[in-house]
C-alpha cells in the first residue's frame, strides 16, 4: 500500500462556501478512499472510488478521480461548521492489506 | 451498537509503566488494525491481523510494544516501560476481508505519559 499525500495542509472558508481537497498518489491503485475525522474522534469512512470510475457523488461531497494524474479530488459543497475536521485520502491496491495514511488536510468552516 | 470499541478512552500513567488497550471490533471482521497518531498528523500504522495471526508489525514499531488477538475477536495492545515520546491517540479498526478496503475505526486510546 502507499501513502497518499493532501494538499492543502489546511483550509479555512466560510459556511456556505465549498471546500476542495487535493490528493496526489505515486504508483497504480485499485481504489481511493477518503476518510474524515473530527478531533479527537475516530477517522469516518466518507466514499470509496474505483480507479475505472472517474466521479462519485454521496451527498455534498464529490469526488474525483485522474489516474493519469495520480490525483483525487474532494469536494464538499455548501459546507458546514459541522464539516470542520481533518480530511484523509488513502490509495488502495491489491494485495495491499494496510491502510497508509497522510498527514491529511485540515479544514475549519466559520460559522 | 455494533461499532468497534476501544478501552479505555483515556489513559494517564507515569514514564516506565505498563499500559495495556483492548479493541473489540466489529463481530464479523477477520481484519484488525492497530494504529498511532500525535496531534496534526495522520494515523500511523503500527500492525495488523487477519483472524489471530499477526501479518504485518511495523518496522518502526519498538520491541516494548506488542499485539494479540488470541482467539481471533478482540485484540490487545501492551505498551511496556512506556516513555514520553508514546503519548498519543492509539486507535483501532476492523475491516472485512473480501471488501473492497474501507476500515471501520475505534473511537481511540488516549495515552499520557508523565
Known amino acids: 500500500s502507499q501513502q497518499g499525500e493532501e494538499d492543502p495542509q489546511a483550509l479555512s472558508i466560510q459556511e456556505g462556501e465549498n471546500a476542495t481537497m487535493n490528493c496526489s498518489y505515486k504508483t497504480s491503485i485499485n481504489n481511493l478512499q477518503w476518510y474524515r475525522q473530527n478531533s479527537g474522534r475516530g477517522l469516518v469512512h466518507l466514499i470509496l472510488?474505483?480507479?475505472?470510475?472517474r466521479e462519485k457523488h454521496s451527498g455534498r461531497l464529490r469526488v474525483t478521480l485522474d489516474t493519469s494524474k495520480k490525483s483525487s479530488s474532494l469536494l464538499i459543497t455548501a459546507s458546514r461548521a459541522a464539516d470542520t475536521a481533518s480530511y484523509f485520502c488513502a490509495p488502495g491496491n491489491t494485495g495491499g492489506f494496510k491502510t497508509i495514511f497522510g498527514a491529511g488536510t485540515r479544514l475549519f468552516v466559520k460559522a | 451498537d455494533t461499532g468497534v470499541s476501544q478501552d479505555p478512552r483515556h489513559k494517564i500513567t507515569k514514564r516506565g509503566q505498563n499500559v495495556t488497550f483492548r479493541c473489540d471490533p466489529i463481530?464479523?471482521?477477520?481484519?484488525l488494525y492497530w494504529y498511532r497518531q500525535t496531534l496534526g498528523q495522520g494515523p500511523e500504522f503500527l500492525t495488523y491481523f487477519q483472524n489471530e495471526a499477526q501479518l504485518e508489525k511495523s518496522r518502526l514499531l519498538s520491541d516494548r510494544f506488542s499485539a494479540e488477538r488470541p482467539k481471533g475477536s478482540f485484540s490487545t495492545l501492551e505498551i511496556q516501560r512506556t516513555e514520553q515520546g508514546d503519548s498519543a491517540m492509539y486507535l483501532c479498526?476492523?475491516?472485512?476481508?473480501?471488501?473492497?478496503?474501507?476500515?471501520?475505526f475505534g473511537e481511540g486510546s488516549r495515552l499520557t505519559v508523565l
Open positions: 472510488i474505483r480507479s475505472n470510475e
Open positions: 463481530s464479523e471482521h477477520n481484519r
Open positions: 479498526a476492523s475491516s472485512l476481508e473480501g471488501v473492497a478496503g474501507e476500515l471501520f
